[in-house]
Nanobody, 123 residues
């Protein structure tokens, strides 16, 4: 199974960019769908993007980030990424990567989670 850890969060000005990384220290990374979620204080965990297993040929995005965020994966290095451009203050949240067998926008569907990384966008 996978063991995930996010990195790359930080403080950025509105309009800026960040690339989040999701590193796997477990096994069989290629077999898993990888998704990114975020959670702001007092709000529910929100789906952002997901990429299919193996080739990653299928990608799904939330409307709120479509055209600004890009999900990708590098199976050879057990990594997944979320490139975030044109960041807005409302993107401020803790960002999580998650893994499971099938693409879903429901966080309940994912059994494997990282610890999260804070992204803060200043206006």
């Amino acid at each position: 199974q996978v063991q995930l850890a996010e990195s790359g969060g930080g403080l950025v000005q509105a309009g800026g960019s960040l690339r989040l990384s999701c590193a796997n220290s477990g096994h069989d990374f290629s077999n898993y769908v990888i998704a990114w979620f975020r959670q702001a204080p007092g709000k529910e965990r929100e789906f952002l993007a997901a990429i299919s297993s193996w080739s990653g040929s299928i990608r799904s995005y939330a409307d709120s980030v479509k055209g600004r965020f890009t999900i990708s994966r590098d199976n050879a290095n057990n990594m997944a990424y979320l490139q975030m451009n044109s960041l807005k203050p409302e993107d401020t949240a803790v960002y999580y990567c998650a893994a499971d067998a099938a693409i879903s926008r429901d966080p309940i569907s994912y059994n494997f989670w990282g610890q999260g990384t804070q992204v803060t966008v200043s206006s």
